[in-house]
């Protein structure tokens, strides 16, 4: 999935490390505030930032920054702003020079995503259709790497000891027995939004030795469009080819703006408004209008399990589909992918949309862990997975319903607080629970978060950037 991004306000470090390598860096320049200028002059922080930032161009950042700068701040501050940005932008065009350019991979650049998303303690990686015939040498070695991985676990289980009230986690037999196609690690190839008969992947991917599994990227209103009415056909098409050629499934629902609409009418009446927005904040295309629930909704919660325990008895009608599945990705608060995200354009009232819908940092927690609970009791046994976008990705309002920073000493960081969730035994799937980021394009610039998720327990995923779209594919620092 293309990583996205929600507007906050960061120090330059926070944005030298944010999630969105694509997003045009005036827009983040124009949403700090001038208490924050002083630490432009972070050489360290803006040689990171040319490195993540290629795309958007140096000549490019140079010719639209400054008069967009001008509008966006007084007068009187004009020359101190102007004098500072152009004297940090010549140590970009330096440092640029030094690290190259994002540009469509070679062999050798794309092997070097491979090899990085390995040397980070990625147990899975997720790769788009195109990259692989263009990369048959970089996919075979990335192969023989992951011979020398240990699997990462199925079939366990929390139980409670409730004599010491102490969680107690226990390895249980799985539901199905292990075997070579019920492991979780691999090389999974992300099957693009399953929207109708000819969105398919290609059956080259399927018959490619060194591909172990396909992600099975479904939508929710496609795959349910009337109240318990299911229509698997789209699905379908992949889960067989998977099944028959031995390949591992890893399982996606997206909601958002893909939660079927009969949430939003009686009996059920889910709120709902209609927000604005563009990948990256607009930057790569216009602010477009979606309609996004509110995930906090008991009826969204209900109906949200019953179509997740249905896909489970579903592939479990399939002989061998549910052994081949590996994973299922922990969904439900989205936008337009399957990452933690309630997205709204900076220039629009989302913010004001998402306060009058009653957000709040706890209520979207506990949302979020009644959504987990639900996914874990539907797929008791397979590994679930978190894609989280390492900067910014929901609103900033704390729980008092009020607009905040993220300096702000009543900032909630809910990302972080379900992630310590999940590892603990309280949720019930610390021994199988995963975090992944969508946007990898070297050992660099790596979500720092998920990498000390694996420290403390959780399986690491990873998902090359897709910066070269449908045609391209990943780019890389060639």
Not at 12 to 20: G, H, N, V, W
Not at 187 to 206: C, E, G, H, R
Not at 430 to 456: D, H, K, L, Y
Request: hydrophobic share 40%; glycine share 6%.
């Amino acid at each position: 999935m293309f990583n996205s991004f929600a507007p906050a306000e960061f120090t330059l470090d926070q944005f030298a490390a944010s999630s969105s390598p694509r997003v045009g860096a005036w827009t983040h320049l124009r949403k700090r505030q001038f208490k924050m200028l002083p630490q432009l002059e972070s050489a360290s922080a803006y040689s990171s930032i040319a490195t993540r930032y290629p795309k958007q161009g140096t000549a490019d950042f140079l010719q639209h920054t400054a008069p967009k700068v001008q509008r966006l701040f007084p007068t009187t501050k004009r020359v101190y702003m102007r004098t500072l940005v152009f004297l940090s932008l010549a140590f970009m065009v330096f440092v640029s020079g030094v690290v190259g350019a994002s540009t469509p991979c070679t062999e050798s650049g794309y092997q070097a995503i491979l090899d990085g998303m390995i040397s980070v303690g990625g147990q899975y990686l997720e790769v788009f259709p195109v990259n692989v015939p263009q990369f048959p040498t970089a996919f075979a070695q990335a192969q023989q790497k992951f011979s020398a991985i240990p699997d990462a676990p199925l079939g366990l289980s929390v139980s409670i000891t409730h004599a010491t009230q102490a969680a107690v986690q226990t390895r249980s037999k799985a539901t199905e027995p292990a075997s070579s196609n019920t492991m979780a690690n691999g090389i999974y190839v992300v099957s693009p939004n399953l929207k109708t008969l000819q969105t398919s992947l290609p059956d080259a991917i399927y018959s490619n030795p060194n591909i172990n599994g396909v992600m099975v990227d479904g939508l929710w209103n496609q795959i349910e469009p009337s109240p318990g009415v299911f229509d698997w056909s789209v699905v379908d098409q992949e889960i067989t080819q998977a099944v028959a050629n031995n390949k591992k499934i890893a399982i996606n629902v997206t909601a958002g703006a893909y939660a079927p609409s009969w949430l939003y009418e009686a009996p059920y009446n889910v709120p709902h408004d209609t927000f604005l927005w563009g990948n990256h904040d607009g930057v790569n295309g216009p602010c477009e209008p979606y309609v996004l629930p509110a995930p906090w909704d008991s009826q969204y919660e209900q109906a949200w399990a019953s179509m997740m325990s249905a896909y489970a008895q579903h592939l479990q009608s399939i002989p061998g589909a549910y052994a081949a599945t590996t994973r299922v990705r922990l969904t439900g608060i989205n936008t337009l992918t399957d990452e933690l995200h309630l997205a709204f354009c900076s220039n629009s009232n989302g913010l004001a949309l998402w306060q009058a819908l009653g957000y709040t940092p706890d209520k979207l927690l506990a949302a979020a862990k009644v959504l987990m609970s639900a996914t874990s009791a539907a797929f008791p046994d397979k590994i679930l997975s978190l894609s989280i976008i390492e900067a910014g990705g929901l609103p900033l309002i704390n729980d008092a319903g009020q607009v905040v920073t993220t300096s702000d000493p009543s900032y909630i960081n809910v990302k972080q607080l379900l992630i310590d969730y999940a590892l603990s035994s309280e949720s019930g799937i610390s021994n199988r629970f995963a975090v992944q980021w969508n946007g990898f394009q070297n050992p660099a610039t790596a979500a720092a978060s998920v990498i000390a998720a694996g420290q403390n327990g959780a399986i690491i995923g990873w998902e090359t950037n897709e910066f070269g779209g449908l045609t391209n594919g990943a780019e890389c620092l060639n």
